[in-house]
């Protein structure tokens, strides 16, 4: 018993320095390319170098960061190959994700997302947008049934953020991301799995097209 609570705080320690490094990884506080200093993230969260060091090593294992012997610790950029590729993953596991995700996705949830998605206008800004489209897409993976579908499109989502926080979205773009979603929430709430699969193909090609 004694052992556990000795190793409760490092591993929370682990995962405060994990949480608060990757989140401004994928907001870009940290940009692509740019170079992470240990000293200067023990003085940024107040955490010794032993957590900092797992929790990059953990970053660069889901290709974060890069850590190159004596040279330092580089955040992850983000290339047109990169993009492409994970247009290409988005295009065949969404739109199964959906279909399983129809019979199964909770109508009540369906609905808060149908008007707060309704909400949205081009006003609206890049971080609440980018936040409901997470919140939209994770709700899916983790409705679908498969909990190794779910882990996996959070993977994928981490680094599908960060391209988004990366790039420009004019209005005509936000707009029609918007008629997407509620296209596909309206086809799972009338359950027709075939058309929801159909809207979110044509949602992740459309993004696809946005991104180059």
Do not use: W
């Amino acid at each position: 018993m004694e052992a556990t609570k000795s190793e409760s705080p490092v591993i929370s320690l682990k995962e405060k320095a994990y949480g608060c490094i990757k989140e401004d990884i994928i907001c870009c506080k940290f940009p692509p390319g740019s170079v992470l200093s240990e000293k200067e993230l023990v003085v940024r969260l107040g955490i010794s170098r032993t957590p900092i060091r797992e929790a990059l090593n953990r970053l660069e294992q889901e290709g974060l960061v890069k850590i190159v012997p004596q040279r330092g610790v580089f955040v992850a950029d983000i290339t047109l190959k990169m993009t492409l590729e994970l247009y290409q993953v988005r295009e065949v596991l969404e739109p199964f994700i959906v279909r399983l995700a129809t019979p199964l996705a909770s109508e009540e949830r369906l609905a808060e997302f149908r008007s707060e998605f309704g909400k949205m206008t081009e006003g609206a800004g890049k971080e609440a947008i980018i936040s409901l489209d997470h919140q939209f897409h994770f709700f899916l993976a983790e409705s679908c049934g498969n909990s190794f579908l779910a882990q996996l499109m959070a993977n994928i989502r981490t680094h599908i953020d960060r391209t988004r926080v990366a790039s420009s979205r004019d209005a005509e773009s936000v707009r029609l991301g918007v008629e997407e979603h509620l296209a596909i929430i309206e086809a799972i709430l009338e359950r027709d799995a075939e058309q929801a699969s159909r809207a979110m193909y044509g949602h992740v090609c459309r993004s696809r097209q946005a991104a180059f």
